[in-house]
């Protein structure tokens, strides 16, 4: 195992355990669902790590890289989703480009 395996396996596990508590402290408290959402966005993380890392061991890569861009983007768009009860304002994104 070399060094940057080693430091990518204390990343995931680290996302692991912070995935666990926002889940952990979601469920204790129903009304707030950002939690659960968090929770989500850390797991996807966690998932985008190995795909990345299984791409070169899989002879179909076109496929696994697509998969990883989405699931990326998925991890990436999961926080907004949980920032909108906070808000209590949808995202926009279209005042970005009206200028």
């Known amino acids: 195992m070399t ?3 080693f430091i990518a396996l204390i990343n995931l596990v680290v996302a692991g355990l912070v995935a666990a508590s926002f889940l952990a ?39 696994m890289m697509a998969l990883s861009a989405a699931v990326l983007l998925s991890g990436l768009t999961a926080p907004i989703s949980a920032s909108r009860p906070v ?5 926009s994104f279209s005042s970005q480009f009206s200028q």
């Open 25 to 63: 402290i979601s469920t204790h408290d129903s009304v707030r669902v950002a939690g659960r959402w968090l929770s989500g966005a850390y797991a996807l993380g966690m998932l985008y790590y190995v795909i990345e890392f299984s791409i070169r061991l899989v002879s179909d890569s076109a496929f």
């Open 87 to 91: 808000t209590r304002s949808e995202p």
């Open 3 to 5: 060094g940057a395996t």
